[in-house]
């Protein structure tokens, strides 16, 4: 079983659709989540971080955890052609160690 | 601007050859990633390291070399040894403490001739 699973799509939605991206983790000792989005041809940027179980909300990206389930999903509100992209959960243990990714999810929102 | 810069966007390296690539930060960081990412795979870790003059090898360090003499500075080169090595090359860094997210330079696509 790898230690994180995330659907690579693709998904394909229309504009102003909610969209629910989801990882799946199987190591207990993650403690810390984050969701990354990466446009074609660019690094990953940064969009949500959080340690703790439950909702935050950053305009329309809401991030949840549900460490019980070993489960987080990232919400887009009101999606738009610019949050095409493809989608990255990461997630590391308590301690300073490189993060573990998922494949991560392309998604594409149509206009 | 404070960011990570990585040179060139595009590289193209002819069979034998050892090839660089750069990846530069401003933001201070202690700790720098070099990852690989192919298509369908995800993002895989070669090399890190957390402090000047030391560094870990990833998931699949084989065919790879770094070096790590400034702070600002993780190079990362592609030996001979590579038989593989058409990818997407992501550097990446962060603060070196506990729980830091990392902050990713813009990659370099490594082809082969």
């Known amino acids: 079983q790898k230690e994180v699973e995330q659907d690579p799509g693709p998904l394909s939605v229309p504009e102003g659709a909610i969209v629910s991206l989801n990882c799946t983790y199987s190591?207990?000792?993650?403690?810390?989540f984050m969701w990354y989005r990466q446009y074609s041809r660019k690094g990953p940027e940064l969009l949500m971080y959080?340690?703790?179980?439950g909702n935050k909300e950053d305009g329309r990206f809401t991030a949840q955890v549900d460490k019980s389930s070993k489960y987080i999903s990232l919400f887009i509100r009101d999606s738009q052609p610019s949050d095409s992209a493809t989608y990255l959960c990461a997630m590391i243990p308590s301690g300073n160690t490189p993060l573990v990714f998922g494949k991560g999810t392309r998604l594409s929102v149509i206009a | 601007d404070g960011g990570i810069t990585q040179s060139p966007k595009y590289l193209f390296r002819k069979e034998g050859q050892n090839v660089t690539l750069s990846c530069e930060q401003n933001l201070n960081h202690d700790a720098m990633y070099w990852y690989r990412q192919d298509p369908g795979q995800g993002l895989r870790l070669i090399y890190y390291?957390?402090?000047?003059?030391?560094?870990q090898k990833g998931d699949i360090a084989e065919g790879y070399s770094v070096s790590r003499e400034k702070k600002e500075s993780f190079p990362l080169t592609v030996t001979s040894a590579q038989k593989n090595p058409t990818a997407f090359y992501l550097c990446?860094?962060?603060?070196?403490?506990?729980?830091?997210?990392?902050?990713f330079g813009d990659g370099t696509r490594l082809s082969i001739l």
């Open positions: 190591n207990s000792a993650f403690q810390y």
């Open positions: 990446a860094s962060n603060a070196g403490v506990r729980n830091q997210p990392q902050h």
């Open positions: 959080t340690y703790s179980s």
């Open positions: 390291s957390q402090i000047v003059n030391d560094f």
